[in-house]
């Protein structure tokens, strides 16, 4: 069956430093990978979309990379800052259907 | 924020009554999605619409009925609640599909007593 995988224990890393967050499947082909954040009490909050073909996305402080070969999403957030501290959540997309996964949260520490 | 209301944002309920979740966008989105997210699991698809009168199931479906009679409306109805079915329940809203962004909603807490 689908699995997602994002690491269930919280990252904490201090202010400034870059955070990576990972997203693994398995039995899975996806034809796209998003990125959402989610804060609590609140809906997630669409972030990034990667295609297949696509190795890497960025956005501001944001970037994404996609190894389909791996089965492996990374997300990267640089110059972290407390307001940054959500749960990211990673969904994986193919027609008419998203997976999402459990997601990661994170803490930032000033 | 995109223009999507859940209502109501909390209630409890008795096992075995039926509830009505409501969610109503204005942004003229065709697809209209419901979501239930509980720890340890994320979040998990119950139906969706892609258009007025037209919906599908989605991975977590039994128990659940849904309704969409207007471009605006997709309503998510419990017929006979059970504890189970206590959760947070999130409408989404997108375009084109799953492969735009999808816009949530705040969310619905249902607790069934």
């Known amino acids: 069956s689908q699995k997602i995988e994002q690491n269930s224990e919280a990252l904490n890393i201090q202010e400034g430093k870059t955070a990576t967050l990972t997203c693994n499947y398995t039995n899975y082909s996806p034809a796209y990978l998003q990125w959402y954040r989610q804060d609590p009490g609140r809906g997630p909050v669409f972030l990034l979309l990667?295609?297949?073909?696509?190795k890497e996305k960025r956005k501001e402080r944001l970037k994404v990379t996609f190894d389909t070969t791996l089965k492996q999403s990374l997300f990267h957030i640089t110059a972290s800052q407390p307001a940054d501290s959500a749960t990211y959540l990673c969904a994986l997309g193919g027609y008419q259907k998203v997976t999402f996964g459990t997601g990661t949260k994170l803490q930032v520490i000033p | 924020d995109a223009g999507i209301t859940q209502s109501p944002r909390h209630k409890v309920t008795e096992t075995g009554t039926p509830v009505t979740l409501r969610c109503h966008q204005t942004?003229?989105?065709?697809?209209m999605y419901w979501y239930r997210q509980d720890p340890g699991h994320g979040l998990r698809l119950i139906h969706y619409s892609y258009g007025v009168k037209d919906t599908d199931k989605g991975e977590v479906s039994d128990g659940y009925s849904v309704s969409r009679s207007k471009t605006e409306d997709f309503l998510l109805t419990l017929e006979s609640a059970t504890s189970s079915q206590t959760s947070v329940y999130f409408c989404?809203?997108?375009?084109?599909?799953?492969?735009?962004?999808?816009?949530f909603g705040q969310g619905t807490r249902l607790t069934v007593v």
């Open positions: 989404a809203i997108s375009s084109s599909g799953t492969e735009n962004e999808a816009f």
């Open positions: 990667i295609r297949e073909n696509e």
């Open positions: 942004e003229n989105h065709r697809y």
